[in-house]
């Protein structure tokens, strides 16, 4: 299943190694564009490549946000209706690119694990309205999921919400804001880190001593201990060269929730996790062992 090409999906989570005195120069200030570099690659904000050019069974949504915002989105469902599992994957993508990047691995998650897939483009990124930050992000992660609570078809399936990096602390923040909802079965977490501000000595390490200044901290150590009752799967690959893996092992090991299931990659680093071997066979023996059963 890993056999696609995934050189595109090749993108550092901080703009580039060369940004240590601009971010120790204007950390408070261009923060935002640092952490959520939307125009990586080229042309990013304009070339979002559509689920049809991967013969895709897609709906091409917009989903407006309470503030005002519209969000593309594409949903996806498995090109055998018959095989169809009761599972929604509402995915959350890293901190550059666009989701069409990512149609690889929905087509994987649709067509060879038969379940709906709902991938949405945070705020400011591809083809969506207005500009990322932490605050605008959350909400554009509750907007989908209440659109899939909203729809007749999707709201009777478990939902799984699945997060790359960024993504995954978007993840945690959901799952815990709607806990007591009971209709979230499920997380899947690859490659994330315990919040910005721990990230930054490792990313730009000139910084380490302005980290009090960074608005956008995207807590997830201190969020995920709040989750007990959810199965989570940690992806982890181990030569992460931007988040480093004790992130993750952390993340795993303050985690109350159960079951709780750690996969590591020995061979994965950030961005090419999602190409190693077992990489798809572990999400799909999690959604079989945890969630659709």
């Not at 939307?38 to 407006?64: F, H, K, M, W, Y």
Request: aromatic share 8%.
């Amino acid at each position: 299943m890993a056999t696609l090409l995934w050189g595109y999906l090749r993108i550092p989570f901080l703009a580039a190694s060369g940004l240590g005195m601009v971010l120790s120069s204007g950390l408070f200030y261009y923060q935002n564009e640092l952490i959520y570099p939307r125009n990586i690659p080229p042309n990013a904000r304009t070339d979002v490549p559509r689920p049809s050019q991967l013969g895709l069974d897609a709906e091409e949504l917009s989903l407006p946000t309470p503030d005002g915002e519209t969000l593309s989105a594409f949903l996806i469902k498995p090109g055998n209706a018959s095989k169809a599992k009761n599972v929604t994957l509402l995915m959350f993508h890293g901190n550059a690119g666009n989701i069409g990047h990512r149609l690889p691995i929905a087509k994987i998650l649709a067509n060879e694990m038969y379940c709906n897939v709902l991938m949405l483009q945070y705020r400011g990124y591809g083809l969506s309205t207005g500009n990322p930050n932490e605050k605008g992000i959350a909400i554009d992660s509750q907007t989908g999921l209440d659109y899939i609570r909203s729809r007749d078809d999707l709201k009777k399936t478990k939902i799984v919400v699945y997060g790359q990096s960024l993504g995954g602390a978007v993840s945690i923040g959901l799952a815990v804001k709607n806990k007591d909802q009971g209709d979230i079965a499920g997380l899947i977490l690859e490659n994330t880190f315990l919040s910005i501000k721990k990230m930054i000595p490792s990313v730009i390490p000139a910084a380490k001593y302005l980290t009090p200044l960074c608005h956008q901290v995207w807590p997830s150590e201190e969020m995920l201990p709040k989750l007990t009752n959810t199965p989570i799967l940690f992806l982890s690959g181990l030569q992460d060269e931007i988040v480093p893996p004790s992130h993750m092992k952390k993340l795993f090991d303050i985690c109350r929730s159960e079951p709780k299931i750690w996969k590591e990659f020995p061979y994965g680093d950030h961005n090419n996790t999602v190409a190693e071997a077992g990489y798809f066979h572990n999400i799909q023996d999690f959604l079989d062992r945890y969630i659709a059963s």
